[in-house]
């Protein structure tokens, strides 16, 4: 089985959108749980549902990949996973280090998702000499001073930094000089990389701030239809007391003697 460090997925070399890319594990995670129910075949909606797009560019994703599914049929499941996959670069072996061995990295490095979805944990590394040969998911974690040679031996060249902030440009930089060509950062700071190198960012601080904005969004709106409700009323109360008739424009019951 190939490793990481020598094949990469041709999705660049064959002109698919970044964007494209981007959504191709969301239908890979929906597809994979139709796969896994044994439906055969899916339509572009209910695929684009599952995924969370509309259809329309479901099917425009689909066709930089050469699949137009068949009509009144739709996709086929398996062959859809494995065409996904390949384009991902998931039917190979990408050995994976993660560097930052507190809550965060353990929590990582427990994670199963990554086997099934072609990675595999080839290391874990912290800077705290107490954490040296101590078991984490079964593997045991290496010092950072021989983070070099552990890339070296394993062909990494996806790496995972979840260190302090203050920390991570340094792993960064060793790292990149080491030959990892791509890195999933944790750390809240952003990473300044030479070319030829790629970054995704998870903050989930930033992802909590979005959704406190929508959610006072939310309330904003709330609060505004509440006051705009009392303001009608105020004003259909006062119209009604200068024409002495009731609210719905009736003549009150009882008149004056």
Known sequence: MATGRTHRPATRSRGIPEATVARLPLYLRALTALS???VPTVSSEELAAAAGVNS???RKDFSYLGSYGTRGVGYDVEYLVYQISRELGLTQDWPVVIVGIGNLGAALANYGGFASRGFRVAALIDADPSMAGKPVAGIPVQHTDDLEKIIDDNGVSIGVIATPAGA?????????AAGVTSILNFAPTVLSVPDGVDVRKVDLSIELQ???FHEQRKAGEEAEAQAGAVLEAEAAAAAAKETGKGPDGDVPAVMPA
């Open 168 to 176: 991570a440009q340094q792993v960064c930089e060793r790292l990149v």
């Open 210 to 212: 979005i959704l406190a």
């Open 36 to 38: 896994e129910r044994s």
């Open 56 to 58: 329309a560019k479901l």
